[in-house]
C-alpha cells in the first residue's frame, strides 16, 4: 500500500485556497496510484481556526468544501482521502478525521484529547470524541492461507 503524507502551508480562514491546496495534491498523488493520501489536522480550515469557528457562515462553508472533496474522490476510486475539519454534528462542534473514498466518508473519528494551554484553546470551541474506532481499507491478503 502506497501512503502519502502531505504538509501543506494553509491560510487559516481561506477555505477556497487550502481546498485548492488539497484538491491539487490530491490528484497529483491519486495520479502516482497512491493509495491513501493523508493531510494535517484542520487543513482545510487552516489551524488554529479560533472565534472562525463561532461563525455560522463559516461552518456552513466548511461542510460545503467538505461535499466538493468527497465528490472529488469518486473521480478516482482508487484512492481515498484522509482529511481533519471541524463539522457540526447534532448541533455540537467535533474536530474530526475522515477517510473518504469513491464519493463517501468511510470512516470518521473525533478527536478526544482536546488541548487547552498556551494559544490551544480547543476545549472552548470543540466536543470531545468519547470513542475509537479501527476501519480497514484495501485489505492485504491472509498470507498464512498460504501455507
Known amino acids: 500500500m ?19 491546496l488539497i484538491e491539487t495534491e490530491f490528484k497529483r498523488y491519486a495520479n502516482d496510484g497512491v493509495d491513501v493520501i493523508i493531510f494535517s489536522e484542520c487543513i482545510l ?3 488554529p481556526p479560533l472565534d472562525l469557528l463561532l461563525r455560522p457562515d463559516f461552518i456552513l462553508s466548511i461542510e460545503d468544501y ?11 476510486p482508487n484512492t481515498a482521502l484522509c482529511i481533519g475539519t471541524p463539522r457540526l454534528l447534532k448541533e455540537k462542534l467535533v474536530n474530526t478525521a475522515y477517510i473518504i473514498n469513491n464519493g463517501a466518508i468511510i ?9 487547552n494551554y498556551d494559544i ?26 498460504n501455507l
Open 2 to 20: 502506497k501512503l502519502a503524507l502531505v504538509q501543506l502551508n494553509p491560510i487559516i480562514g481561506n477555505l477556497a485556497y487550502n481546498y485548492s
Open 45 to 47: 480550515t487552516g489551524y
Open 66 to 76: 467538505l461535499q466538493q472533496l468527497i465528490r472529488l474522490t469518486s473521480k478516482f
Open 107 to 115: 470512516f470518521e473519528q473525533f478527536k478526544h484529547n482536546l488541548p
Open 120 to 145: 490551544f484553546d480547543e476545549k472552548r470551541y470543540f466536543k470531545s470524541g468519547t470513542q475509537q474506532g479501527v476501519f480497514e481499507y484495501k485489505r492485504a491478503p491472509d498470507w498464512n492461507n
